[in-house]
Antibody, heavy 120, light 113 residues
Framework: EVQLVESGGDLVQPGGSLRLSCAAS????????MHWVRQIPGKGLEWVSGVSWNGGTVDYADSVKGRFTISRDNAKNSLYLQMNSLRTEDMALYYC??????????????WGQGYLVSVS | DIVMTQSPEYLAVSLGERAAINCKSSQSVLYSSNNENYLAWYQQKPGQSPKLLIYWASTRESGVPDRFSGSGSGTDFTLTISSLQAEDVAVYYCQQYYTVPLTFGGGTKVEIK
């Protein structure tokens, strides 16, 4: 059974930093690209960032480019999102999502339960 | 960036009736080399994570009831629920994966009339 479990830090002030983690299990992690998608409660979905199967290709939404860094550790079956210079508009539920392909441009067949990032 | 526009934003349908949600992309998401439309649909029930329903515009994900179907090509797509059930109350999103940045439609909230 595929499982994606997000975790992270506590409330952070504007300008601060936070690192999200996603622990994956139930599939061959290094076969697939992985992504972060966020959702302000009550609002729509916004793709944040993606990383290819081997970490060789990464990309970001313009809204986070230069502030967020995605990475993965295939040995630990884990995905990360380092979030710096946080703004109040970054406050959202952050989902870890598995792609169906090894490259970034794909759709998502499994999602985590999400981790709420609070910036205040 | 490819902008995805869904309509309507809100849809109220009687149980057993048909619901249709539209999704329009600002540029074609049809790849000529493989004749595939890079378009997916998701369902998000209250308090839950999104769930994949449809990919390649019309291929149903395993386990998804056959009352859900996807159609369209190029820039215009439709998700149809042929006979609405109570458990279909949710917000539905389309997503293009033709190119990064990956983009979603704004969502359509489906409720029972």
């Amino acid at each position: 059974e595929v499982q994606l479990v997000e975790s992270g830090g506590d409330l952070v002030q504007p300008g601060g930093s936070l690192r999200l983690s996603c622990a994956a299990s139930g599939f061959t992690f290094d076969d697939y690209a992985m992504h972060w998608v966020r959702q302000i409660p009550g609002k729509g979905l916004e793709w944040v960032s993606g990383v290819s199967w081997n970490g060789g290709t990464v990309d970001y939404a313009d809204s986070v480019k230069g502030r967020f860094t995605i990475s993965r550790d295939n040995a630990k079956n884990s995905l990360y999102l380092q979030m710096n210079s946080l703004r109040t508009e970054d406050m959202a539920l952050y989902y870890c999502a598995k792609s169906t392909r090894g490259v970034i441009d794909g759709y998502f067949d499994f999602w985590g339960q999400g981790y709420l990032v609070s910036v205040s | 960036d490819i902008v995805m526009t869904q309509s309507p934003e809100y849809l109220a349908v009687s149980l057993g009736e048909r619901a249709a949600i539209n999704c329009k992309s600002s540029q074609s998401v049809l790849y000529s080399s493989n004749n595939e439309n890079y378009l997916a649909w998701y369902q998000q029930k209250p308090g839950q994570s999104p769930k994949l329903l449809i990919y390649w515009a019309s291929t149903r994900e395993s386990g998804v009831p056959d009352r859900f179907s996807g159609s369209g090509s190029g820039t215009d797509f439709t998700l149809t629920i042929s006979s609405l059930q109570a458990e279909d109350v949710a917000v539905y999103y389309c997503q293009q994966y033709y190119t990064v940045p990956l983009t979603f439609g704004g969502g359509t909230k489906v409720e029972i009339k």
